[in-house]
């Protein structure tokens, strides 16, 4: 099965006149993804890649029936292009650059909340079902299509977990780019539920970092609800407090809320298995596969 | 010395390898430079590379570039 994106999904790409938007769509065509149109003010009309260009994500949705969009679109156009395509109905967009401001994120979110659509991102790599199809920028011939979940706010940590998986011929069920921002579109707890009811997974790796709330409201939830074996690793156990360490949320607070110990604890507590390293992830997930 | 590991998504290797090579020329660096590069253009970037060859040490996964950092920092 997989989750989130398939061979099916008929995927937009918005900002596909730009540089990383017009290489990226070609990578995932490479991908057989069927990347059915995309999407600049101005230059509706053209084509990239044999890939149509429309002048509104609604433009495009009617034309295509488009049910993903993926903006290759600069942090301070990205609102924008956000709300265009929750307004135009797109059920699922994933939003890659990084640095959105917070503002505009709690913006996009409130619009969001109310209408269903699902965000991912800011600053996510994208998603990709391996064998089937990606909407995002990872370099698809690491992955290899098997029982293992990935998600991860870290895209070098997902990149470098999935590389080695690959190596040990441990494929991928869907990987997906949580994103490093302050304020995530949707994070762990929203794909748990999914990778418990998704056939092709049997075990779900969580790559978090230091910064918020989000790994201890995953523990809690997985201690509730989660059945299959989760394996996570916390990046950052060594980073000072009050400073941001590569991305604008992993941030730990004078308090100490959101360092990798808190976090640790608590995941452990939920009956996680924690790895102190993306080697020891590929052996975690290696035990529990044989 | 100096450990560079680059996996490129939408970081392309061949734009990180042109940036090695124009540093080797211009800073002639006294440091071994040992690099390992994976992922988007990751073989264009092995041949950029090239261009370097004496003054980096190419290696092909993590565990490889730690190996051969430990060496020549033992070495020195």
């Known amino acids: 099965m997989s989750i989130l994106i398939d061979q099916n999904s008929k995927v ?9 938007g017009t290489f990226h769509a070609e990578q995932m065509l490479a991908y057989n993804t069927r990347v059915v149109g995309g999407v600049t003010p101005g230059k509706g009309g053209l084509s990239v890649h044999g890939v149509p260009v429309f002048n509104t994500v609604r433009e495009a949705v009617e034309a295509t029936g488009a049910d993903t969009t993926v903006l290759f679109v600069p942090p301070l156009y990205t609102k924008q292009g956000l709300m265009e395509a929750i307004a135009a109905g797109v059920p699922q967009v994933i939003t890659i650059a990084e640095h959105v401001p917070v503002h505009d994120m709690m913006n996009v979110m409130a619009c969001a ?14 998603v990709i079902s391996p064998g089937k199809a990606k909407a995002g920028f990872m370099a698809h011939r690491i992955f290899s299509e098997g029982p293992v979940a990935v998600m991860s706010r870290s895209a070098t940590n997902c990149y470098e977990t ?83 360490m590569g991305h604008a949320g992993a941030i ?8 990798a110990e808190n976090k640790e604890t608590a995941l452990r507590a939920a009956g996680v298995h924690i790895a102190e390293s993306t080697m020891d992830i590929v052996e975690i997930c290696a035990r529990f596969l044989a | 010395m100096l450990l560079i590991n680059i996996f ?64 020549k920092v033992e070495k020195a």
């Open chain 1, 12 to 20: 937009l790409v918005q900002g596909i006149t730009g540089r990383e």
């Open chain 1, 113 to 126: 909340r109310g209408t269903g659509c699902r965000v991912i991102g800011p600053n996510s790599f994208g």
């Open chain 1, 162 to 244: 999935v590389f080695m998986l690959t190596e040990r011929g441990i494929g991928q069920s869907t990987c997906i780019g949580i994103g490093g921002d302050m304020i995530p579109g949707s994070t762990f707890t929203d794909f748990l539920p999914m990778f418990e009811a998704d056939e092709q997974t049997k075990v779900i790796v969580l790559i978090g970092e230091i910064g918020g709330q989000e790994e201890e409201k995953a523990a809690a939830f997985i201690k509730a609800h989660i059945s299959k074996p989760v394996v996570a690793l916390i990046a950052g156990k060594n980073a000072p407090k009050e400073r941001s």
């Open chain 1, 252 to 259: 730990v607070a004078p308090d100490g809320t959101g360092s």
């Open chain 2, 8 to 71: 490129g998504g939408i970081t392309r290797c061949d734009e990180i390898a042109a940036g090695i090579v124009d540093a080797v020329k211009k800073l002639d660096p006294s440091c071994a430079l040992v690099v390992r590069m994976e992922g988007t253009n990751k073989e264009k970037g092995l041949e950029i590379l090239t261009q370097a060859a004496d003054a980096v040490t190419v290696v092909d996964n993590v565990r490889e570039g730690v190996r051969a950092t430990v060496a």
